[in-house]
């Protein structure tokens, strides 16, 4: 059966990180998906033909639709797609419906010489365990197998047919789930081996990506670094003299690079930007980032900006408060002409 592919799907946990999804048999088998779907109905068509054939028995019609009925939904509940292995819960529902169908079909009177379609449902309920085993629970499928041998058996030993008759009908069909038992487990290993593959490389991949975005984020600093301070420090350089407003520009320089240093996360263009143009009208500015990258700071950043553009003196000092505070940041306007405010800037970007 075909459907969904063999090969690893990364999804995220409940923490936020990444994890690769594991592989089991059903995924290299590919027991799921619309391919999947064709075969189930192809198989119930060719099951409905042999169970509504006639078996020679009176109100066949109705007999076989009490047997048919559950043996489809069992059917079809098995190659539904869950996690392996399937549901303990699912297991017995499935294996419920099963017993049902055997059962209707086991309290028939045996008949010598009936056709071989008349045992239908050994077979078919066989091909169900066989797929009840191949999603990972072998002990649920033979376990139905021993509730049918035990049933056929019964069915045959009271119709005169003997016990021998009953054993022919079922040994091939114990075949059938030892090679499903043996594909179980020979797969078992290899998906286990596969998935611990692919976790690898997803690990690898992980470790891959973050190393280029500490790389990306290096040059970008470079750059920076290159476009704030290079002008100036080719003057110095040169060694010539600095005249005062070159001096007052190397401690503005500094301070924005301090800002980058301290503030992090509120060091955006634009408030570094209004940081220097409060400086130079002589007031005092202090940027911290004690969050460890905790979450945005944008709403933080643009607040900020705009109070630094409206103060002439004084001092302003914001902070970006430690996980695990009840507010994300706090922003202290000091002006020397005024009232010192404080603005608190709560996670969901409210401002207090």
């Given at each position: ?122 077979g ?27 049933a ?5 030993i009271?119709?005169g ?30 998906a ?37 301070a ?27 690079l ?26 005092e ?6 969050s ?61």
């Amino acid at each position: 059966m075909t459907g969904r592919p063999a090969t690893v799907q990364s999804r995220e946990g409940a923490d936020g990180r990444t994890r690769a999804a594991a592989v089991d048999v059903s995924s290299l088998l590919k027991l799921h998906g619309p391919h999947a779907s064709i075969i189930l109905v192809l198989f119930l068509l060719a099951q409905a033909l042999l169970a509504f054939a006639g078996g020679g028995q009176p109100d066949h019609t109705g007999v076989a639709v009490l047997a048919f009925v559950p043996f489809a939904i069992a059917a079809i509940w098995v190659v539904q797609p869950a996690p392996d292995p399937l549901p303990g819960l699912w297991c017995a529902g499935i294996l419920g419906l099963c017993a049902l169908t055997v059962t209707v079909l086991s309290a028939q009177p045996a008949l010598a010489g009936s056709p071989v379609y008349s045992t239908w449902h050994l077979g078919a309920v066989t091909t169900v365990l066989f797929m009840l085993i191949l999603r990972g629970r072998v002990l649920y499928g033979w376990l139905g197998y021993v509730g049918m041998v035990v049933a056929t058996l019964l069915w045959a030993i009271a119709g005169g047919l003997g016990a021998m008759a009953g054993v022919e009908l079922l040994v091939r069909h114990a075949a059938t789930l030892v090679v499903g038992t043996a594909i179980y487990f020979g797969l078992l290993g290899t998906a286990k081996r596969i998935t611990a593959i692919n976790r690898r490389a997803l690990a690898e991949a992980a470790a891959d990506a973050t190393s280029q975005a500490a790389e990306e984020e290096r040059v970008a600093q470079l750059a920076r670094l290159d476009d704030m301070a290079r002008p100036m420090m080719e003057l110095v350089a040169r060694g010539q003299q600095l005249s005062d407003a070159e001096r007052r520009d190397c401690l503005l320089i500094e301070a924005s690079l301090r800002d980058i240093v301290r503030g992090r996360a509120l060091a955006m263009p634009h408030v570094l930007s209004a940081a220097r143009a409060a400086r130079e009208r002589g007031v005092e500015v202090t940027l911290l980032d004690d969050s460890a990258a905790a979450g945005s700071a944008t709403a933080v950043a643009e607040l900020l900006a705009r109070e630094l553009a409206t103060i002439d003196s004084g001092s302003v000092t914001a902070r970006l408060q430690p996980a695990g505070r009840s507010e994300l940041a706090t922003i202290v306007i000091s002006p020397l002409d005024g009232d010192a405010r404080m603005l608190i800037v709560d996670p969901d970007g409210r401002v207090r």
